[in-house]
């Protein structure tokens, strides 16, 4: 058990939907990484957040949003899905900005319909 | 894009036999690490090379960097059934807060 929590496991859901994605980080890591992992495109990195502000972004579409609260959980939102949003979606944490070792969740298995 | 590129892409070997694994990426780095995945399952971190060291042990395992080639390797020793997984190696290029991982090499270890 790594420590990261991620919920749900998995989610079905209609094409044009919005979901949202909840991660709660190992006690005393402030990072939280967010990624996706597709069969075509493999773990790509969407976003950072360091104690509640945006640290790092990558492949993150518009229609994808994040944010950390203060007592450092994280959610992913993701909007207007499309059949190609379907991957598993995971969160990881760690300690300080740098990036050192990073635990991660089970993730959430997304399957857009 | 992708930071790393992994190869082989598979690998099937004898319970007992060695499995090596060579990653090769782009950009200058702070670190490289290695990652486990079991099917469909969360990534472990198995071991984290610094940029200014050029070989790392952990129990079975082995990582060696060469940042003049910008690659690395893990060699899996006495390999077991459990070691069945996709391994990845993840690259935190300099001045970002990124941690950029590589397509993954599966492997098989038959018992």
């Known amino acids: 058990d790594s420590g990261v929590t991620q919920t749900p496991k998995h989610l079905i859901t209609a094409t044009g939907q919005r979901v949202t994605l909840r991660c709660s980080p190992r006690s005393g890591d402030l990072s939280v990484y967010w990624y996706q992992q597709s069969l075509d495109q493999g773990l790509q990195f969407l976003i950072q957040y360091y104690n509640g502000e945006e640290r790092a972004k990558g492949n993150i579409l518009e229609r994808f949003s994040a944010q950390q609260f203060p007592d450092l959980h994280s959610e992913l939102n993701l909007s207007s899905l499309e059949l190609g949003d379907s991957a598993l979606y995971f969160c990881a944490s760690s300690v300080g900005t740098g990036v050192s070792e990073a635990f991660f969740g089970q993730g959430t298995r997304l399957t857009v319909v | 894009s992708q930071q790393g590129e992994e190869d082989p892409q598979a690998l099937s070997i004898q319970e007992g036999e060695n499995a090596t694994m060579n990653c090769s990426y782009k950009?200058?780095?702070?670190?490289l690490q290695w990652y486990r995945q079991n099917s469909g399952r969360g990534l472990v971190h198995l071991i984290l090379?610094?940029?200014?060291?050029r070989e790392k042990h952990s129990g079975r395992l082995r990582v060696t960097l060469d940042t003049s080639k910008k690659s690395s390797s893990l060699l899996i020793t006495a390999s077991r059934a459990a070691d069945t997984a996709s391994y990845f190696c993840?690259?935190?290029?300099?001045?970002?807060?990124?941690?950029?991982f590589g397509q993954g090499t599966t492997l098989q270890v038959k018992p």
């Open positions: 993840a690259t935190a290029p300099s001045n970002t807060g990124k941690l950029i």
């Open positions: 950009t200058s780095i702070n670190n």
């Open positions: 090379i610094r940029s200014n060291e």
